[in-house]
């Protein structure tokens, strides 16, 4: 019986672990666990928008870095569907799913200009 009482009490447990973390996954505020993810997706932007977002001075390549969240997923977006025209951006804008999109828009409008 008191096996049992356990084995019920550690599925439930397992269970809510598990809803846990597919809210976790879902969110798009960088939590410390996937830190490293979103930096990781953020540093394929640096080669041309400059370290942590922020352009070389005199660059033509606008900085990302503080930029309004909804302002830049929205300009991704844009490049992904081909309504905003661009020279480099609607190929790299294909690389990443919405969710990835609205993650590293998180982290860009959360740096310092
Ligand atoms: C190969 C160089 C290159 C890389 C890498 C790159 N960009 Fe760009 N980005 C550009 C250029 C050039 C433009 C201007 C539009 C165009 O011609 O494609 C631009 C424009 C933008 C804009 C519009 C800025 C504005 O003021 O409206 C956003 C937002 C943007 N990039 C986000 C990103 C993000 C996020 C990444 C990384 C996932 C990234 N870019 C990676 C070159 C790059």
Redesign the pocket.
Known sequence: MLLKKRGFALSLGVGLLAVVCVAQAQTDIPTSQNMLYVKS??A??????GTD?KAAEGS???S?AG?DKN??AS??KA?KAGT???????Q??K??SDIQ?DT??SY?AALKK
């Open positions: 997706l953020a394929s932007c640096a080669a041309c928008h977002g033509q390549i606008a990302l930029l302002y830049l300009q991704m490049f905003r025209p661009a020279t480099v951006m609607h790299i804008s690389g990443y999109i590293i828009a860009f």
